[in-house]
């Protein structure tokens, strides 16, 4: 086992670490019981896609998101499997104090695909990192979730982690940017994008309403700066400085994995996947199993492109439009918003909107016919 996970780190080759804004919330606080782990993914890497990895070798089925050069699967970026258990990171730059050299790190993904096919539960996932040949090759804050309802983040460096479990946590909900808490104070990143995370979720706590649209479509696609204390949507500007808004000219994908009740089958966890740059993107539900992954969602063609990916990559040229000197930096926000409603947030959140009814419809009928199975086999038992 530990002599397949090194050989997954010789073929990664450096394959590049997030950074992301991500959260894990109790089902004590969503609108259906059901818990939640979130990512606004950020990276250099534009091109992601989502693809399912069947059983094999006694290893469990999974839907990971992963990059699109990474024609092999080596490295997944947040997935789900077959047994409800869910995982996703983001990057840490507090933790390591070690000399473990800089080609031998950025393996968050591969240590993500493996439990994966291994894990069932978050103690599953601590006995991975128990487990797995050190120094790891990470710094990183993984947050995990499983059908049991659990949840936590483990804070991992190369050699040691800390964990803060979400039973523990009296708010129900835990957050992470890109510092870790254990780690060396006032180190790190993302605090602006931390604080903004927090203020724009305290309604939605305080009403215990959170839903998966409330991170794809109001949080991902929010430009609200905690430092000036400003919401830049809809407020006239049309260039804005693109600079710790959750939102990022590198941000490729805003995923939330929706866990199951205790009492539902594991299949019926569900990846809401907002590919590309999030406040451009549509909403597609995924799962484990047959055809559960969109079409749209999978790379296809020689350089492995997801086809909705390339589409919003294509809105996000238009509103990161200036190619000359710093001009990457600015964002039009009048492609998104506008007094005439035709901004490409204003159009896409109604229709994500009906995909998200659209969905709930459908693992509604999952959730039939699984019903309907166990009540088959019940009856086939007794005879």
């Known amino acids: 086992m530990k002599r397949l996970f090194i050989a997954a780190l010789v073929l990664l080759a450096a394959l590049a670490a997030d950074a992301c804004t991500s959260a894990i919330v109790s089902g004590s606080l969503t609108a259906n019981g059901r818990p939640l782990l979130w990512k606004n993914r950020d990276t250099n890497d534009q091109n992601n896609r989502v693809e399912r990895i069947e059983a094999h070798d006694g290893l469990l089925e999974f839907v990971a998101l992963f990059d699109a050069r990474d024609k ?5 970026w947040m997935g789900m499997n077959e047994r409800g258990f869910a995982i996703m990171n983001t990057a840490s730059y507090n933790l390591n104090d070690d ?6 790190m950025d393996k968050e993904g591969v240590v993500m695909r493996y439990a994966l096919e291994r894990c069932t539960t978050v103690d599953d996932f601590e006995q991975v990192l128990q487990e797995l040949p050190k120094p790891l090759g990470v710094e990183a804050n993984f ?7 659990n949840g936590a983040y483990f804070e991992t460096g190369n050699y040691n982690w800390t964990r803060f479990d979400l039973k523990d ?22 605090y602006i994008r931390h604080d903004n995370e927090k203020e724009l979720l305290r309604p939605y706590i305080l009403e215990r309403n959170i839903t998966p649209a409330t991170f794809t479509e109001v949080i991902s696609r929010t430009f609200y700066h905690s430092r000036l204390g400003k919401n830049f949507n809809n407020n006239g500007d049309t260039w804005v400085v693109d600079q710790d808004f959750i939102p990022r000219r590198i941000s490729t994908a805003s995923i939330v994995i929706e866990g199951v009740l205790s009492w539902e089958h594991p299949s019926l966890t569900t990846m ?6 999030p406040p451009c993107a549509d909403v597609m539900p995924a799962w484990t199993g047959e055809n559960g992954v969109p079409n749209a969602l999978q790379g296809s063609g020689k350089n492995n492109h997801s086809a909705q990916c390339d589409l919003v990559n294509q809105r996000e040229a238009e509103v990161f439009s200036i190619k000359r000197g710093n001009g990457k930096y600015y964002v039009n926000l009048s492609k998104l918003y506008n007094k005439e409603g035709t901004g490409y947030c204003q159009v896409l959140v109604p229709r994500n909107m009906e995909a998200y009814k659209k969905g709930y419809e459908e693992i509604a009928r999952r959730r039939e016919l699984l019903r309907q199975s166990s009540v088959r086999a019940i009856s086939h038992k007794k005879r």
């Open 143 to 149: 947050g995990v979730i499983d059908a049991q309802g």
């Open 272 to 277: 809401w996947v907002a590919m590309g740059y």
């Open 169 to 190: 946590e009296p708010s129900g909900i835990l957050t992470r940017t890109n510092y870790s808490v254990s780690g060396r104070e006032g180190e790190g990143m993302g």
């Open 72 to 76: 092999r699967d080596t490295a997944a």
């Open 99 to 104: 000399s473990v050299p800089e080609s031998e």
